[in-house]
């Protein structure tokens, strides 16, 4: 028997307890073993819950049980998530998290201390959800040389360009309606300027290369300067806007960034709506392959929890390999990078960006108040020398082929 200690009991941590409760029989034969919760901690308490009897405030009651062998934390943030799992795996407890955000800032040395204490550190439900990504990245794509990884990494931005596009409706009004139906918090900057996305693509990115991607040095741009118009803009050029993460390694280096993009009707990640989430990875011998499904919500990441405690389960007393050490990436500046761009600028300026950017594509969708076109790929600072040099730009979007 595999006894369990759930960290935190939220969204995520009492979705941990029903899945493994709902799913006992299936669970434990694929585990070869019985999965049993014997320890829930939290500050509060919860009468009438049906697992109140298993509820603790205290967690050196859970560190200091020598049955208790895996440790679900679903608390997130850094502290005091970040203690108490250190202190787990250095008494050889493993570890399964949906802490994106712990995993971004530490996952190398935790993944470190997991090998050194002969345990586990897992956290396939921090990026993606229940989509497996986390997995197929170590173990499945192994043959593999990655040389890019592009994601829809947030739902909630992406409901929200979904119901833009759909409704013709501005971004105000959208995100007011996603808080209301719950999509979206009450504080939604995380989501909306690309923080949590970011977070992600640091943990695929690190996967890919093996070393730290540090979030904090990833170029992160959100959606809230997209509007109504781009989406007509979009429509005609038979394309969409979507938030993406990516990282890609090109021949001037290797680069991660967060920003709306337009990408045209034949991309894999065009399709993808709503909280739908999806990870589009390309190998040097596979070539292209695509991770669809929801990327948030409680029973989908717990799921993906319990996916990592049956890994434990199934491993006891060895290390799941998982390469990601703590020397960091170096990234290449934006600016150096390339591509093209889809550029609105007031009418009376058409004939000044037609000068400046010398080549370029008129893109008409009958707003005469304005002028749209797309530049010749270029890089990030040259768009920058050039839009400034009309004095600026109504929007501008990046383009993705």
């Given at each position: 028997?595999?006894?369990?200690?759930?960290?935190?009991?939220?969204?995520?941590?009492?979705?941990?307890?029903?899945?493994?409760?709902?799913?006992?029989?299936?669970?434990?034969?694929?585990?070869?073993?019985?999965?049993?919760?014997?320890?829930?901690?939290?500050l509060r308490d919860f009468p009438g819950d049906p697992y109140e009897d298993k509820v603790v405030h205290d967690f050196n009651m859970?560190?200091?049980?020598?049955?208790?062998?895996?440790?679900?934390?679903?608390?997130?943030?850094?502290?005091?998530?970040?203690?108490?799992?250190?202190?787990?795996?250095?008494?050889?407890?493993?570890?399964?998290?949906?802490?994106?955000e712990l995993v971004a800032n530490h996952g190398s040395e935790l993944i470190q201390l997991a090998k050194e204490n002969h345990c586990n550190?897992?956290?396939?439900?921090?990026?993606?959800?229940?989509?497996?990504?986390?997995?197929?990245?170590?173990?499945?794509?192994?043959?593999?040389?990655?040389?890019?990884?592009?994601?829809?990494?947030?739902?909630?931005?992406?409901?929200?360009?979904?119901?833009?596009?759909?409704?013709?409706?501005?971004?105000?009004?959208?995100?007011?309606?996603?808080?209301?139906?719950?999509?979206?918090?009450?504080?939604?900057?995380?989501?909306?300027?690309?923080?949590?996305?970011?977070?992600?693509?640091?943990?695929?990115?690190?996967?890919?290369?093996?070393?730290?991607?540090?979030?904090?040095?990833?170029?992160?741009?959100?959606?809230?300067?997209?509007?109504?118009?781009?989406?007509?803009?979009?429509?005609?050029?038979?394309?969409?806007?979507?938030?993406?993460?990516?990282?890609?390694?090109?021949?001037?280096?290797?680069?991660?960034?967060?920003?709306?993009?337009?990408?045209?009707?034949?991309?894999?990640?065009?399709?993808?709506?709503?909280?739908?989430?999806?990870?589009?990875?390309?190998?040097?011998?596979?070539?292209?392959?695509?991770?669809?499904?929801?990327?948030?919500?409680?029973?989908?990441?717990?799921?993906?929890?319990?996916?990592?405690?049956?890994?434990?389960?199934?491993?006891?007393?060895?290390?799941?390999?998982?390469?990601?050490?703590?020397?960091?990436?170096?990234?290449?500046?934006?600016?150096?990078?390339?591509?093209?761009?889809?550029?609105?600028?007031?009418?009376?300026?058409?004939?000044?960006?037609?000068?400046?950017?010398?080549?370029?594509?008129?893109?008409?969708?009958?707003?005469?108040?304005?002028?749209?076109?797309?530049?010749?790929?270029?890089?990030?600072?040259?768009?920058?020398?050039?839009?400034?040099?009309?004095?600026?730009?109504?929007?501008?979007?990046?383009?993705?082929?």
């Open positions: 028997m595999i006894q369990v200690a759930v960290l935190g009991y939220g969204t995520v941590g009492s979705g941990v307890v029903e899945v493994i409760e709902t799913n006992k029989a299936v669970i434990n034969k694929k585990a070869g073993t019985e999965l049993n919760i014997k320890y829930i901690l939290d859970i560190l200091e049980d020598p049955e208790v062998t895996v440790i679900c934390e679903t608390m997130g943030g850094i502290d005091p998530a970040y203690t108490f799992s250190k202190k787990a795996l250095l008494a050889g407890k493993s570890v399964c998290t949906s802490n994106k550190y897992l956290f396939e439900a921090s990026v993606g959800g229940g989509i497996p990504i986390i997995r197929p990245l170590n173990y499945s794509l192994t043959a593999e040389k990655l040389d890019a990884i592009t994601g829809i990494l947030n739902g909630t931005t992406n409901y929200i360009l979904t119901k833009m596009e759909e409704d013709g409706a501005d971004f105000a009004d959208v995100l007011k309606e996603a808080q209301e139906k719950g999509y979206a918090e009450r504080k939604p900057e995380a989501d909306v300027e690309g923080y949590d996305a970011c977070r992600k693509i640091a943990i695929l990115s690190s996967l890919m290369k093996g070393k730290t991607v540090n979030y904090e040095k990833i170029y992160t741009e959100g959606i809230t300067k997209i509007t109504s118009a781009d989406f007509i803009y979009a429509k005609k050029m038979k394309r969409s806007v979507k938030l993406l993460a990516m990282s890609k390694g090109t021949e001037d280096g290797f680069f991660a960034m967060v920003a709306p993009f337009m990408i045209p009707e034949e991309h894999p990640l065009f399709n993808v709506k709503g909280v739908f989430n999806a990870v589009y990875v390309h190998g040097n011998m596979l070539g292209d392959s695509m991770y669809y499904g929801r990327g948030a919500g409680k029973l989908p990441t717990a799921s993906a929890v319990v996916s990592d405690i049956v890994d434990c389960a199934r491993h006891p007393g060895k290390t799941i390999m998982c390469f990601w050490d703590a020397e960091q990436v170096e990234l290449m500046d934006i600016a150096d990078t390339k591509r093209r761009f889809f550029v609105r600028v007031k009418a009376e300026k058409k004939e000044e960006a037609a000068a400046a950017f010398s080549s370029i594509e008129e893109v008409n969708a009958g707003l005469t108040e304005e002028f749209a076109f797309v530049t010749d790929v270029m890089t990030e600072k040259e768009f920058d020398e050039k839009i400034a040099s009309i004095g600026g730009s109504i929007n501008r979007i990046r383009l993705e082929n």
